[in-house]
């Protein structure tokens, strides 16, 4: 990184009670490394505490647009406004792509970047400890201050893979197989911020599947930046699809649920997988990103499919699964260059598959990135922008309400959860299926409970409203 130097600098090791706090933001992966943090402090005997309360603060953070860097820097003001005595700590992409960024803002003590987020335990127990004992480890220094800087180009620390996934706060905890991105579309900052594909060896995947079932875990979630890439730069290269049949054979583990997977990595094997295993041991739930249902976007955006590939993946899918497979999808609006005839196109898409769920994002022009360049040359009005979002909106949650409409009368398996509080109050329990539906149910249970359920309605929050057709111990 410009404008940094290395130095070897001393991180303590705590010996006494310290407590922590992280918060996450961005997808399910970065949600992985900051559990994985989590059960590592946790392990090593620091207390878990609220914001106000802690003595560190982990803020894991997004960069995947400008809103996301926006978040992360009120988080931190909000940190040091709730709790001023808080040691704070930054990292995840924005930490990597901007770490001297972050390092001016008041009341942060380190970044770490990405390329040494395997650190962030030391760095909290070595912020936390009033004695210490002196490991070495890597450090960048923002010259002028004593905050910590922790950040490469190498990427050769940003695996936090030896702690163990387990059932507890998360009911349905990530297991991040797969970091990094080789891809090069031009809107993405991702290869900066988190490097090349890498792969977690096959046997550590089946260690963690495994150790997660002894522990009670009924349902496990399998992410990665760019998942369906697992197992391509092993040595021996092999496939994704081969890796899940493993854990669904050869492991005892309930429900598997594969987070978002790309369109061209929905292979045949993968798709036959879903066909033979759900619904019962695999999620009948897939995440394929779209972007953009324009040809000539997609081709802007150098993405490596186009909208009949894209289609023809949806209805293999749903061949395989059924009416009730949940389909979602990242959506882009405001390319630059998008044009009203090419949101047309992407609407008219979006409106002829059986989406269940979208996740709408406007365009947002990264540094470093081919698109900071086209959005300076051509951008799409964020007038604009926002009457397209609003469109997609009011479509998307018409389709989402026929979808549950249309599981009313129908058994479904599920999974309880932890219900919040509110719902708890009311002798209640939140219950997610294995198409991705949130279910309430009007009895109290325990949550990581397998459950059948009855849909009876729609609530008017969209929740459906079920009761309990049977209920199963994790062992069957």
Known sequence: MAGLSPQIRGIGILKGMASFYVENF?????????????????????????????????????????????????????????????????????????????????????????????FVPEIVRSLSSERSRIIPTFNLLQPGTSTQIHVDDHFAHSYIEDAQILPGVQTRPNLKIQEGCSNRCTFCIIPTTRGSSRSLSREKVL?????????????????????????????????????????????????????????????????????????????????????????????????????????EKVAALAAATGPELALGADVMIGFPGE???????????????????????????????????????????????????????????QKSHDFRLSMVGRTLPAITLNSSAHVAGLSHTSALTDNYLPVELSRPLPANLPVNLRIKAVSDSGALEGEIDQVFSSTE
């Open 26 to 118: 961005g997808c399910r992966a970065a949600r992985a490394d900051g559990e994985a943090v989590s059960s590592r402090l946790r392990a090593e005997g620091l207390t878990e505490l609220d914001l106000c309360d802690a003595d560190v603060v982990v803020i894991n953070t997004c960069s995947v647009t400008a809103e996301a860097d926006r978040d992360a820097r009120a988080f931190v003001r909000k940190t040091k406004r709730l709790n001023p005595a808080a040691k704070i700590v930054v990292t995840g992409c924005y930490a990597q792509r901007a770490p001297e960024e972050i390092a001016a803002l008041a009341g942060v003590s380190a970044v770490v970047g990405n390329s040494h987020k395997a």
């Open 207 to 311: 260690a963690q599947v495994s150790g997660f079932v002894a522990a009670g875990g009924n349902e496990l979630v399998i992410s990665g930046i760019n998942l369906g890439r697992w197992g391509r730069d092993l040595s021996p290269a092999t496939s994704f699809a081969s890796l899940v049949e493993t854990i669904l054979k050869e492991t005892a583990l309930p429900r598997l649920r594969l987070s978002s997977i790309e369109p061209m990595d929905w292979t045949p094997d993968l798709i036959a997988i879903i066909q033979h295993y759900a619904p019962g041991k695999i999620a009948r739930h897939t995440h394929l990103p779209l972007q953009s249902g324009s040809d000539a976007v997609l081709r802007r955006m150098h993405r490596r499919y186009r909208p009949w590939h894209y289609a």
């Open 339 to 397: 044009s009203d005839a090419e949101f047309r196109e992407t609407y008219d898409f979006i409106q002829q598959l059986p989406f269940t769920y979208l996740h709408l994002f406007p365009f947002s022009p990264r540094p470093g990135t081919r698109g900071w360049d086209l959005h300076r040359d051509n951008p799409v009005a964020p007038q604009t922008v926002e009457r397209r979002m609003a469109n997609l909106r009011a479509l998307i949650a």
